[in-house]
């Protein structure tokens, strides 16, 4: 397991990340098609994750209507976890409590509420990382901003972070935040998988400017990318794409990218879900990628793709088969900088 910097600060985590969404969900619930893993089996997950290196973990007060935070807090307490030796994230933004008008959203009301409430369930006494869950177009972004720096000057919470923000509503928050002397996001958690790679149109290259790490959620597209899955369907009875089909993917393309993953993983010996987490690995953006597991098995699986090094020739015929079509204004924007660019490369400035 390798440690990588956590945006502009002198933390450091585990290129893995425990994610929390198959924790304690409802049967028939839109969590219950996630998971619905009890204490003693996230006693189990995370004390594995622990063992393998990983020192993060991420979840929010919405997973599993709160169960989710609630379990975290006890595994950790039941595994006698000492507090500096893990990283702890949540989340906030969505319904929670009673659900009513103001238990939403980004608003001074909503977000104090919300981080007592998730210290609470986990049994912490601070936040390691907090992130706004989503975009909330009712709430002033100097507001929630303000909210958050609060926060961090009380020492509720270490670092903050955003998560499904489109790049100009982040860069925006960034100005803000330094105009203000505010604390500002170090992190940006974002769907990017090898079949939607959306993320490197505008994101990636502002938070390679702006020095922002990038957590990644749902890494295998929904298991669509664990190999499980072919164009005629699942090889899994009860597969979670096949309840719950999210997140959105092109599934052709998709199947395209499993196509190729499978014979670089039958060569390493590997599953195809190591192939889809290692090329994630390989990429500069990415400080941790979140990993969801129901099963021992599973965890391991994910675990041993930090030992999978991806050849020159496999990265390239990856990255062939998964590329984007041309966008404006990309296309411009190589074809009128090239020369310059390659200026930089003759001139051997980085």
Not at 147 to 153: E, I, M, N
Not at 315 to 333: F, I, K, N, Q
Request: net charge negative.
């Amino acid at each position: 397991m390798r440690y990588r910097k956590f945006g502009n600060t002198g933390l450091f985590v585990s290129e893995l990340c425990l994610g929390t969404m198959t924790f304690g969900g409802a049967e028939g619930s839109m969590w219950g098609h996630i998971g619905r893993l009890e204490q003693a089996e996230v006693d189990g997950l995370i004390g594995r994750a622990l063992e393998g290196g990983i020192n993060f973990i991420d979840t929010a007060d919405v997973y599993s209507d709160g169960r989710a935070e609630i379990m975290t807090g006890q595994a950790l307490r039941n595994l006698g976890v000492p507090r500096e030796n893990v990283v702890v994230a949540s989340k906030v933004f969505g319904e929670t409590g009673t659900k009513s008008v103001n238990s939403r959203g980004m608003s001074r009301y909503h977000i104090i509420d919300s981080v007592k409430a998730s210290l609470a369930r986990l049994q912490l006494d601070h936040l390691d990382l907090y992130q706004i869950h989503g975009f909330d177009p009712a709430t002033p972004m100097e507001e929630a901003l303000r909210a958050l720096d609060d926060l961090v000057r009380q020492g509720h919470v270490r670092y903050i972070g955003v998560s499904n923000w489109a790049a100009w509503q982040i860069m925006k928050a960034l100005g803000i935040s330094e105009r203000l002397g505010l604390s500002r996001f170090e992190s940006l958690q974002a769907y990017y998988t090898l079949a939607s790679r959306d993320l490197e149109r505008e994101i990636v290259p502002l938070l390679a400017s702006e020095k922002v790490g990038l957590m990644v959620w749902s890494p295998l597209a929904g298991g669509l990318l664990s190999g499980k899955y072919s164009r005629e369907g699942s090889s899994e009875a009860g597969a979670r794409r096949t309840t719950f089909d999210f997140p959105i993917v092109n599934k052709e393309r998709a199947f395209d990218c499993i196509d190729t993953m499978r014979p670089i993983a039958a060569a390493h010996s590997v599953s195809v879900a190591q192939v889809a987490l290692a090329w994630l690995l390989h990429q500069p953006a990415v400080s941790s990628v979140i990993i969801g597991a129901k099963r021992i098995s599973q965890l391991e699986d994910n675990l041993a793709a930090c030992g999978l090094q991806l050849s020159a020739a496999e990265l390239a015929a990856l990255d062939t088969v998964s590329a984007l079509p041309a966008e404006y204004p990309g296309w411009m924007l190589e074809r009128q900088g090239g020369y310059r660019r390659q200026q930089l490369v003759d001139a051997r400035i980085d």
